[in-house]
């Protein structure tokens, strides 16, 4: 059972408090847009095997969009952060690059 | 290779069974192929015999990094139908379902098929017209369905509770030559006939690399060494982000878990396959006896092989009130596999930007049914460098120009 803390309420959720809302970050293109960047942002997916950023909605709770880091190979959760942001904060990177030296994700490491 | 008959049977009786022959071969890679197949689960061995068969390329290695079937081929609950809505699937999943009919004379191995019949329950008004319009559309496609009523869904099907009370059941869409399959032996029994061409079934062979000069594939990188090929099909189901990834692009793909479980055995009680989609349950009986139980796959990016165990229970809880029958009945295993979802949750075969280089993948959580068509058109795509009429409405490109196989919406199916 994936357990994750909503940064809004702090507090511990079951996975069946929540609801998953896909990969996190993606840049909304619109039109005016490349087919590239288009088709990029609506089906290419990093799809990693371990770190993965992606986002959450506190369903069943607050309600509000939240995001998670987590490692697809083993469930690890790294930390949570607010919807708020376009990238994952730097503390929990730094978090991230002491359990897994060397990560990458898009454009971050 | 002994060839597998009755009399074989009774010959080797005589002689306390010491002259069967291993299955297949299990030699060390060779430097450089013809093709080289990345992934033996149905999709690759199949891909593999029939580009032997079909086109008479028998130079060719399929590299597993596991053992043959244990992906997803050997985790799945074997449903076979061909019931779609749409024209690409419904040609690329009767093609199947017309092979599999004769899979175990033309493999010489058993693979069990069993055209029991394959009922998809309407347990809603919006379902009932759904599997009516998917009805008219297979007597177009030449597929044989139809829509029954409920009468006859409690004939076929004794167990079932028709009246409800929260999901009645208001028809179903039938198809009477689907139904189930061995799925070990539909990838023994491939591997059996690619052994026997000629070609190298090598397992524990993981490919961690690709290698590529001006744009074309040259072979892969294997944690057994490095092999060359002309041409390279990647057909890893749930890994197929991650290997396109070696290979320089990138995929509307991904990866989650689907979970699957068995009861204990009882005696046989029901001999047709039937799905529940509304509630997101499917049932079979196994020769065993063991109620064979399907559930909804996971919401989120997984590779762990296991699920969420709150999908089991929306199952279980759904399917009870459908078959009040196994409200008593002790649960025996469960498990997962990583299936690998695309954005119109249609399958991908189609050559890639990388040159030489082709991939099949996209089958998420029904590609156990479409194995032999599949690798029928995948076969032909890489042996002519081009896909033919099965394939050509599977590329990559239909996410870019928008031509989506908008199946699962429109059927509302899930398997
Ligand atoms: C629980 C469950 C129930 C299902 N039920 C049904 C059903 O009822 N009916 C139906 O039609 N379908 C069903 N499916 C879907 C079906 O199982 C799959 O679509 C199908 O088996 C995919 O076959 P494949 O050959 O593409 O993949 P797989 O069988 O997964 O084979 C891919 C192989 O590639 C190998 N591989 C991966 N990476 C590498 C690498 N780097 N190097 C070498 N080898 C590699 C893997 O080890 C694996 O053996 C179900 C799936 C699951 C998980
Ligand atoms: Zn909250």
Redesign the pocket.
Known sequence: MLILDCPYCGIACDETELSPGGEAHLTRFGPGSSEDEFEGYLFMRENPRGVHFERWRHAHGCGKWFHAARDTMTMEVFGTYPAQTTEPPAELRKTISEKRPGWSWRDFS | MTRYSAFAVAREAFRDHQGWTRAWASPEPKRKYDVII?????????TAYYLGKNHGIRNVAI???????????????????SNYLQDPSAAIYEKARSLYEDLSQDLNYNVMFSPRGVMMLAQTEHEVRGYKRTAYANALQGVKTEFISPARVKEFCPIIEIRGPRYPVLGALWQARGG?AR?DAV?WGYARKCSEMGMDVIQK????GIRSDGGVVKGVT?NRGDIDCDKLGI?????SG??AD?AGFRLPIESV????LVSEPIKPCMDVVVMANTVHG?MSQSDKGEMVI??GADGYNNYTQRGSFHHIEETVRALNETFPIISRLKMLRM??????MTGDRSPIISPTPLGNCFI??G?????????PG?GWATAEMIAKGASGPLAAEFGLDRFREGRFIDESVAAGVA?
Request: glycine share 24%; with cysteine; charged share 10%.
């Open positions: 990345i992934g033996a689960g149905g999709h690759g061995l199949a590299l597993e990094k596991g053992w043959l079937g244990g992906g997803n081929t050997g985790r799945n609950t074997t449903i076979i139908r189930t799925h990838a062979c993981e490919v961690t294997t057909v890893v189901a749930g890994h991650h290997v070696m878990a689907l979970q699957a499917y399907g559930g498990w997962g596999g990583i299936v690998d099949n993948c089958w998420g959580t029904g590609g156990f049914k479409a194995i599949s398997h």
